[in-house]
């Protein structure tokens, strides 16, 4: 019965401590920077992305169900056809598929930044 009321409490409390970290630690090395006399522009991107992010994540999202899509129709073939078993056919192809889908997600969204 205790360890439900205690799992919320210690998963936020382990997220909290690593933005806790990560928050103090970037200070102490931009500090550290300003002591020595070093630029602190190097903290700020001047190069500005033009492609936004939502149209990756489409696009890598779109690919990515379109090829898990594609090994659920192959590996329903390959139950029918081969008489491979379903436990066997459907999870193999759908992982394979999919991340080949994501594979080429990759160099598409690579040709988009490229692009714009």
Same mark, same amino acid.
């Given at each position: 019965?205790?360890?439900?009321?205690?799992? &919320?409490?210690? $998963?936020?409390?382990? /997220? %909290?401590?690593?933005?806790?970290?990560?928050?103090?630690?970037?200070? =102490? *090395?931009?500090?550290?920077?300003?002591?020595?006399?070093?630029?602190?522009?190097?903290?700020?991107?001047?190069?500005?992305?033009?492609?936004?992010?939502?149209?990756?994540?489409?696009?890598?999202?779109?690919?990515? &169900?379109?090829? $898990?899509?594609?090994? /659920? %129709?192959?590996?329903?073939?390959?139950?029918?056809?081969?008489?491979? =078993? *379903?436990?066997?056919?459907?999870?193999?192809?759908?992982?394979?598929?999919?991340?080949?889908?994501?594979?080429?997600?990759?160099?598409?969204?690579?040709?988009?930044?490229?692009?714009?």
């Amino acid at each position: 019965m205790g360890s439900e009321v205690i799992i &919320m409490p210690a $998963i936020l409390g382990v /997220i %909290f401590g690593i933005y806790y970290l990560y928050i103090s630690s970037r200070n =102490k *090395e931009r500090l550290a920077l300003i002591e020595k006399g070093g630029d602190a522009s190097i903290f700020f991107n001047s190069k500005k992305s033009l492609t936004p992010t939502w149209k990756v994540l489409v696009l890598n999202f779109a690919v990515l &169900m379109m090829g $898990i899509g594609l090994g /659920i %129709f192959i590996g329903h073939m390959m139950h029918h056809t081969f008489g491979l =078993k *379903e436990e066997v056919a459907f999870p193999g192809t759908i992982f394979f598929i999919g991340g080949l889908s994501l594979f080429t997600g990759f160099f598409l969204t690579k040709k988009l930044v490229e692009k714009e």
